[in-house]
Antibody, heavy 120, light 110 residues
Framework: QAPLQQWGAGLLKPSETLSLRCAVN????????WSWIRQSPGKGLEWIGE???????KYNPSLESRVTISVDTSKNQFSLKLTSVIAADTAIYYC??????????????WGQGNRVTVSS | QSVLTQPPSASGTPGQRVTFSCSGG????????VSWYQQLPGTAPKLLMH???ERPSGVPDRFSGSKSGTSASLAISGLQSEDEADYYC???????????FGTGTKVTVL
């Protein structure tokens, strides 16, 4: 099994809520940050936010009002919810494992990606 | 609009050395280490370099990274066809309190 396996709805209508989950297969869940990143069609990468094993979150200010990242340590899973989606939220969404320490931050393992399309 | 700027493209022939930059500011590259990600066509990004110049296990030593002040660079020596990909720099931005990615550089092997 891939270290990170993600799933969720791929087609949404405007104003609906995007919901994705990511399972961590093997390895420790604690000691890492669990992140979501997206990539709009033909564009670069955008960090959405992260959560650590104890539930402390950080969000991209540009999305903070609509984003919730949560963790279920009993299942070694974490999830992303993005409310009130619009066409501009159409993207491939990736989950990733993050390692951070003083002055350093990296995403060392990525999920396979979920293509999400917002269209009426 | 990304706070980290990369050249949109770079190219070279097989065996050549290719280098490209990532330019930022005092609140991001100037204060934190830089990572680089390689994204092959149609796949998820993969960590290629971290802590400015540390290669994860399995990454060939043809890849090297450096940082000076508010800029970083990635070099690929002995360019190979399988190196054709998009490359993104990234680091934490203390002012934005956000992990920021560069604009990306598409490497083409001629």
């Amino acid at each position: 099994q891939a270290p990170l396996q993600q799933w969720g709805a791929g087609l949404l209508k405007p104003s609906e809520t995007l919901s994705l989950r990511c399972a961590v297969n093997g390895g420790s869940f604690s000691g890492y940050n669990w992140s979501w990143i997206r990539q709009s069609p033909g564009k670069g990468l955008e960090w959405i936010g992260e959560i650590n094993h104890s539930g402390s979150t950080k969000y991209n200010p540009s999305l903070e009002s609509r984003v919730t990242i949560s963790v279920d340590t009993s299942k070694n899973q974490f999830s992303l919810k993005l409310t009130s989606v619009i066409a501009a939220d159409t993207a491939i969404y990736y989950c990733a494992r993050g390692i951070s320490a003083s002055g350093t931050h990296r995403l060392d393992s990525w999920g396979q990606g979920n293509r999400v399309t917002v269209s009426s | 609009q990304s706070v980290l700027t990369q050249p949109p493209s770079a190219s070279g022939t097989p065996g050549q050395r290719v280098t490209f930059s990532c330019s930022g500011g005092s609140s991001n590259i100037g204060s934190n280490t830089v990572s680089w990600y390689q994204q092959l066509p149609g796949t998820a990004p993969k960590l290629l370099m971290h802590s400015n110049n540390e290669r994860p296990s399995g990454v060939p030593d043809r890849f090297s990274g450096s940082k000076s002040g508010t800029s970083a660079s990635l070099a690929i020596s002995g360019l190979q066809s399988e190196d054709e990909a998009d490359y993104y720099c990234a680091t934490w931005d203390d002012s934005l309190n956000t992990y920021v990615f560069g604009t990306g550089t598409k490497v083409t092997v001629l």
